[in-house]
């Protein structure tokens, strides 16, 4: 069996897992990450902080967003951008707004394309992922959206915004992932049980 082969195997077993927590396991989850985030250096010194609306199983950010949000910090959720290629941009989020259904139905903020922000304009930016190891490589979904929109980020010796933050359920961790040269370096991973800080050159995680 391929890498690629692989990779499709344990997404789908990962989404699997996600899918069959219930709701409240899930809102237990989704508390003990915010107190674990909360606990980063550097995150309630942060202004823009993007995020994501979770989706098909994924631990869910929003509620820890929120609180920041209602701390005076700015957040922000994804949105698909361009056509021929297309990449993240972020629209601003505010807490009970009614959203829209973006692509692939996930809810986006309504929002001023001319107003979205880039990547490297948040300080720091949330990330789902579907698998992790120790090393703190990251499964996506394997779209790419993230790594093509990040690509900048991971210059050697220059470090950019955001620090990048995996988060996930603590039963999607394996024991090693194989890494494409198109994969953007985390600086940590947070689950609902532990953070792993990730040693980068390019990072200050």
């Known amino acids: 069996m391929d890498t690629a082969d692989q990779k499709r195997q344990l ?6 897992r996600r899918r069959v927590l219930s709701e409240s396991d899930q809102r237990e989850a989704s508390g003990r990450l915010a107190q674990r985030l909360f606990q980063l250096p550097g995150i309630l010194s942060a202004k823009r902080i993007g ?3 979770a989706n ?27 056509t021929r290629r297309p990449g993240l941009r972020f629209a601003r989020y505010h807490s009970n707004e009614p959203l829209q259904r973006g692509k692939y139905g996930i809810p986006i903020p309504f929002h001023d394309r001319r107003k979205l922000i880039k990547p490297v304009e948040l300080d720091w930016l949330l990330m789902p992922l579907v698998a992790f190891d120790e090393s703190g490589n990251r499964l996506g979904m394997g779209g790419g959206f993230y790594d093509a929109s990040l690509a900048s980020r991971s210059h050697k010796g ?8 995996g988060l996930a359920h603590e039963f999607q961790r394996v024991e090693s992932l194989s890494v494409d ?25």
């Open 181 to 205: 040269s198109w994969d953007v370096p985390l600086d940590g991973i947070l689950t609902d049980r532990k953070f792993r800080p990730v040693s980068r050159e390019t990072g200050p995680v």
């Open 51 to 53: 995020a994501y609306f």
């Open 11 to 16: 997404r789908v077993k990962m989404r699997l």
């Open 56 to 82: 098909d199983g994924e631990i869910d950010p929003l509620p820890a967003l929120e609180l920041m949000i209602g701390w005076g910090r700015r957040g922000y959720l994804p949105v698909l951008f361009g």
């Open 158 to 165: 220059q470090w950019r915004r955001p620090v990048l933050i």
